[in-house]
């Protein structure tokens, strides 16, 4: 159980943990026609974990390179990257800023702010803590979460192709972090 005033000491070390991105991914499933799921992923990613002594200190912020959506498909991914779709010259990114972080043992909560183009919306992510390892080959500390989610894509304006693109965008991601240096 938690509360407002969560003090909850933390497994992971104090500091800024880097993103690992060959062990990280953001993915996507948005329903097509109302029948069949269409599933993707980006690319590209930048993120950050902070963490301070408590649970109230946790600081995530995400940047997406939205060009570099994939669903499997290249000529679909054309069109989802043109004007009449995400508009990547428009909107060439999506970043998110975690305001609240709560939770204990391997279940959490994210809350944020997500921003595609010029609208930002909050937005709450479950997390599960995956746990910690040392990584034998360079004796790095990775710490590793799953953050799962939805938003409804016309609450950012992203209201195009309506009965032939569901609204509600399901994410998943599999994020892994590797803990700060000592000095």
Do not use: C
């Not at 499933?29 to 200190?57: N, P, S, Y």
Request: hydrophobic share 40%.
């Amino acid at each position: 159980m938690t509360n407002d005033t969560d003090t909850t000491a933390l497994p992971l070390a104090p500091g800024q943990w880097a993103l690992d991105p060959f062990h990280s991914s953001v993915n996507f499933t948005v329903r097509h026609l109302g029948i069949a799921k269409v599933r993707g992923r980006f690319e590209r990613l930048e993120a950050g974990l902070f963490v301070g002594e408590q649970v109230e200190d946790v600081r995530v912020s995400a940047t997406v390179d939205l060009a570099s959506v994939d669903t499997g498909n290249p000529d679909r991914d054309a069109h989802v990257r043109a004007s009449d779709l995400l508009d990547v010259e428009k909107r060439p990114t999506m970043t998110y800023r975690s305001t609240r972080v709560s939770g204990e043992g391997e279940d959490w909560a994210m809350e944020g702010e997500l921003t595609i183009g010029d609208v930002t919306r909050p937005v709450t992510f479950a997390v599960e803590f995956g746990g910690l390892v040392d990584v034998p080959m360079d004796g790095s500390r990775h710490a590793g979460f799953e953050a799962t989610g939805e938003i409804r894509r016309s609450d950012f304006g992203l209201d195009f192709a309506p009965g032939l693109l569901g609204d509600v965008v399901k994410i998943q991601l599999d994020m892994q972090f590797v803990e700060p240096k000592t000095a």
